[in-house]
């Protein structure tokens, strides 16, 4: 079945540095692919997408890139605040909408340090 | 736009007790909400679909006796954990898709329900 492996957290990074979380995944055919962003205590927001192969998600800064030939969805950003703290999961759905099920990576917790 | 929300976002109780949890798209219609349960630094799991109208679809393992869905209107759909014990701890979060069902529409997320059971 499908599956989304994201890197283990916690990331711990001081303000302003570069930003890469990784994220692979197992598929058939070809689903698009998703990151969310949860803050504390709150539920999910959809971060960015990318529906096909080599499209290029990006919102608020962050950006990451449908790789097919090594199924990946990296997030990078290359400046982070301390506002970006949150916990970020990648997920995949068979639905370009995510309509679907989605299912999610395990999620990457991330810390800023001003 | 598109706004989910949950009620209550936190609630305490006894073993024992049963609990419902609301979940409500505020400014649209949607007659698919999707119910998931998250563990403390763990992912969220998809517990069932709730189709408006109609029996909610449970993924495998998830005890619908347990997990009881209800989805009367296109607006409110409803998870009640009966008999909650401590391991029914847990954060809870539902999503809607605005429209009719396979509306290629996003799912919105609620903030979800911290559930404590003692």
């Known amino acids: 079945g499908n599956s989304v492996t994201q890197m283990e957290g916690p990331v711990t990074l001081s303000e302003e540095a570069f930003l890469t979380i990784n994220c692979t995944y197992t598929?058939?055919?070809?689903?698009?692919l998703f990151w969310y962003v949860q803050y504390p205590g709150e539920g999910l927001q959809l971060l960015l997408k990318a529906t096909k192969a080599d499209d290029k998600g990006s919102n608020k800064g962050f950006e990451a890139t449908y790789r097919k030939e090594t199924t990946s969805f990296h997030l990078e950003k290359g400046s982070v605040q301390v506002s970006d703290s949150a916990v970020y999961f990648c997920a995949l759905s068979d639905q370009p909408s995510g309509a679907q099920k989605l299912v999610f990576g395990q999620g990457t917790r991330l810390t800023i340090n001003p | 736009g598109a706004v989910v929300s949950q009620h209550p976002s936190r609630v305490i109780c006894k073993s024992g007790t049963s609990v419902k949890i609301e979940c409500r798209s505020l400014?649209?219609?949607?007659?698919?909400m999707f119910w998931y349960r998250q563990f403390p630094k763990q992912s969220l799991m998809l517990m069932a679909t709730s189709n408006e109208g109609s029996k909610a679809t449970y993924e495998q393992g998830v005890e619908k006796d347990k997990f009881l869905i209800n989805h009367a209107s296109l607006t409110l759909s409803t998870l009640t954990v009966t008999s909650a014990h401590p391991e029914d701890s847990s954060f809870y979060i539902c999503?809607?898709?605005?429209?009719?069902?396979?509306?290629?529409?996003?799912?919105?997320f609620g903030d979800g329900t911290r559930l404590s059971i003692l």
């Open positions: 400014d649209f219609q949607a007659t698919t």
């Open positions: 598929a058939t055919g070809y689903p698009s």
């Open positions: 999503s809607a898709i605005p429209g009719a069902a396979n509306s290629n529409q996003p799912q919105h």
